[in-house]
């Protein structure tokens, strides 16, 4: 794609993640922060994947002029997300509106940072109309919650009669996530508009709708 790109002069961005970050010893996470990944483990396709495509951004805009732009995005959440993808916010919310148990992997401590999709649509919009920065620039919410506070949430916005179950952690799963948004908000003008609870509850209404059909 990045060799498409140098040919027919095209503009393109990347959708990297806040995985770049891995584990990070460092709260919230900047751009500057280069992060503590597990070469070798579990999650190291994705994150070294990631990793790597960024390299080879930079690479081919320093070395070839490609007009790059590269998103760093944090955990994302809306309809028509899939039911069975295994994600944390779908999980919950399929898990609740079947009144099934919520399944909390660990002890629910580990933290995230839910975006809204039409606050990450428009982050990604503002970068690829933006003049000049390829990036790196992390896009998402800095509004943390523990995993186990996400699961209450979503009960009580559910009314689920669901009961949490708790089972191992997988491997390399990071314990804290946040994004320090202060350079989307410098370059972009952008932050989040979608408040955690509203988010969930229009997410929540699609999934009873497919949960339904
Ligand atoms: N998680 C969980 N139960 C689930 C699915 C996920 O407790 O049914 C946890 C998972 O271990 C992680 C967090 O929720 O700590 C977010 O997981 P997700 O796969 O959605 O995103 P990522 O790990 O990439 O942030």
Not at 81 to 104: C, H, P, W, Y
Request: glycine content about 6%; charged content about 30%; proline content about 5%.
């Amino acid at each position: 794609m990045l060799g498409l790109a140098k040919r027919v002069k095209a503009k393109i961005l990347q959708a990297s993640t806040s995985e770049v970050y891995g584990d990070p010893v460092v709260h919230p996470q900047d751009e500057k922060y280069w992060g503590n990944v597990n070469p070798i483990g579990m999650r190291a396709c994705y994150d070294e994947g990631k990793r790597c495509a960024e390299t080879l951004f930079f690479d081919y805009h320093r070395q070839n002029n490609v007009n790059i732009r590269v998103v760093r995005i944090f955990n994302t959440y809306g309809p028509r997300m899939k039911a069975n993808d295994g994600r944390v916010v779908s999980n919950f919310i399929v898990q609740a509106l079947k009144n099934e148990d919520i399944t909390i992997f660990g002890d629910g401590s580990q933290t995230r940072s839910f975006c809204y999709v039409d606050d990450m649509v428009k982050g990604i919009v503002n970068t690829m109309d933006m003049a000049d920065f390829p990036g790196p620039i992390n896009l998402g919410n800095p509004q943390e919650f523990t995993i186990k506070e996400l699961a209450e949430k979503i009960i009580k916005l559910t009314n689920s009669v669901s009961k949490l179950q708790f089972s191992r952690l997988p491997e390399d799963d990071p314990a804290r996530r946040k994004p320090d948004i202060s350079l989307a908000k410098e370059k972009l003008s952008w932050e989040p508009a979608i408040g955690v609870d509203d988010g969930l509850k229009k997410t929540i209404e699609f999934f009873k709708k497919i949960i339904d059909e």
